[in-house]
Each structure stands twice: as C-alpha cells, then as structure tokens.
C-alpha cells in the first residue's frame, strides 16, 4: 500500500510561520513531481506549490516569496516552509504526488491538514 500522510499543520496568528511537512510511505519506485494543493470554505481546491524530482519549483502567485517547498528525495517527503501567513492562507492543505510503485503508476493524496490563521 502506498500512502502520502501530511502533518505540521495547526493554528498561527497572522504573520507567523507553519511548517508542513508530508511523506510517502510504501514500496516506491519512483516520485515524480510533488505538490501543495489548499482549499478554503466554500472554494476550489488550488495547486500553492511543486517541485519536480530534479528540484525544479513553481508557485503561485499568491504564496510566491512567502512560501518555500523542498523535498528529500532519499526520503520521499516534501515540506512546505510557509512564513508571512495571512489569514487568506487559511486552508486545508493536501500532498500531491503521482507514483509508481509495485502497485503501478497513479495519483495520490494526502487527507490534509489543517491550517488556521488568526487576524
């Protein structure tokens, strides 16, 4: 079985700092790229950030310069080190990542974590 299980997520004042954190756990062969989606009440799940396996990044705008994702490869995990946190930033955040393991290749998520921002 192969599983993406996400965790630091929890509560922080506006303009302070969260670091999450998710690991893929199983018989993995291979990761390709990883990815931060959130979702807020009542809105669309959206990408925040990924990294290829060669460590290239993207994010989006809204986290650009606030965010910094990282991965470790030997490891199969991926962090998303979030400073400046603003209240906006409030979601529930899920792993993303596509995988090919002895089960095959497919797309798996994390069950989120849960990030609250106060003003």
């Known amino acids: 079985q192969v599983q993406l299980v996400e965790s630091g997520g929890g509560l922080v004042q506006a303009g302070g700092s969260l670091r999450l954190s998710c690991a893929a756990a199983?018989?993995?062969?291979?990761?390709?790229?990883m990815t931060w989606y959130r979702q807020a009440p009542g809105k669309q799940r959206e990408l925040v950030a990924t990294?290829?396996?060669?460590?290239?990044?993207n994010y989006a705008d809204s986290v650009r310069g606030r965010f910094t994702i990282s991965r470790d490869n030997a490891k199969n995990t991926v962090c998303l080190q979030m400073n400046s946190l603003k209240p906006e930033d409030a979601a529930v955040y899920y792993c993303?990542?596509?995988?090919?393991?002895?089960?095959?290749?497919?797309?798996?998520w994390g069950e989120g974590t849960l990030v609250t921002v106060s003003s």
């Open positions: 993303y990542a596509h995988i090919r393991s002895i089960l095959g290749s497919r797309d798996y």
């Open positions: 990294i290829t396996s060669g460590g290239s990044t």
């Open positions: 199983g018989n993995i062969f291979r990761i390709n790229a």
